[in-house]
């Protein structure tokens, strides 16, 4: 007796069937699963929502401006200026961020090595950290005048507590069986330091380092917010002043940007001179 004919439909479907029972994979799967596309989508259909919604309720555009709105005046701003800014706010970020990197790191080392240091000091530095920069920037500036070293200082105040604490964190989660090792070894302190326990903390300052870099950028406009004649935290609250929202706006996406840029750099050098600290792709 002859089984009845299975028809294309049918047939199709039994070899789209995973034989484990799992759902078939489509394409738009496979699409949502490239690095940064779904990211994207999200994004433009955001902005997509965000610009109907404007023009749908007639929000003024001192309260929300449309993304049209914001575009058009990023664009009216010219290159040059937005680029004077964006060299202000990036200066005193770096600057910040690399004097940050020059403090913590040893510092943390030295927490490390010595228990009494690290039960006088680090209360010390819960306290800095506790205090409001916006409430001290004042007084910084007061102290140190005007140019880049007060809002170099404020970025550093904002930046170096996340490496201390992340950076002492890895030097001490190192195995203290190989400590041990070392020390039957003979094995001075500096190559303790910089052979076992740097090593093993590398992927604990690296989360930290890209934790800062953003901090640097949010330290930067504080200062400039406080005293500063250019940079975006500056363009933003003089935009904001004279109630142009949509450039202030415009600003505060080129912040983002910039954030975001860093942030990626970071994640780069880590990629190419500390692939092994990185955590194994699953």
Do not use: N
């Not at 190192?174 to 039957?184: A, M, N, Q």
């Not at 004279?242 to 940007?257: N, R, T, Y």
């Amino acid at each position: 007796m002859s089984s009845p004919p299975i028809s294309a439909t049918s047939s199709s479907s039994v070899r789209q069937r995973d034989p484990m029972g799992k759902k078939p994979d489509w394409p738009w799967r496979r699409l949502t699963d490239l690095p940064g596309l779904a990211a994207l989508f999200s994004g433009i259909a955001a902005l997509l929502l965000w610009e109907a919604a404007v023009r749908l309720f007639a929000i003024p555009s001192y309260l929300l401006p449309a993304p049209s709105a914001i575009f058009d005046a990023f664009s009216a701003i010219e290159a040059s200026r937005w680029m004077g800014h964006v060299w202000a706010t990036l200066r005193v970020a770096l600057m910040g961020y690399a004097l940050s990197i020059i403090i913590a790191i040893p510092l943390a080392i030295l927490l490390i090595r010595s228990p009494f240091l690290s039960k006088t000091l680090y209360p010390l530095l819960v306290v800095v950290q506790s205090t409001p920069v916006v409430a001290v920037a004042p007084i910084i500036i007061v102290v140190l005048g005007a140019g880049d070293a007060p809002r170099v200082v404020i970025t550093c105040l904002i930046t170096f507590f996340p490496l201390v604490v992340s950076t002492a964190t890895g030097l001490a989660a190192t195995p203290p069986e190989l400590i041990e090792l070392s020390r039957s070894l003979r094995a001075p302190a500096f190559r303790e330091m910089t052979q076992i326990r740097l090593p093993f903390a590398v992927p604990y300052i690296f989360s930290a380092l890209k934790i800062s870099i953003t901090l640097a950028v949010i330290g930067a406009v504080v200062a400039e917010f406080c005293a500063s004649e250019a940079g975006i935290g500056y363009f933003i609250q003089f935009s904001t002043s004279l109630f142009k929202l949509p450039q202030a706006w415009a600003g505060l996406i080129v912040l983002a940007a910039m954030s975001l840029i860093l942030f990626q750099l970071v994640v780069l050098v880590q990629r190419l001179f500390f692939p092994w600290s990185l955590p194994k792709q699953t």
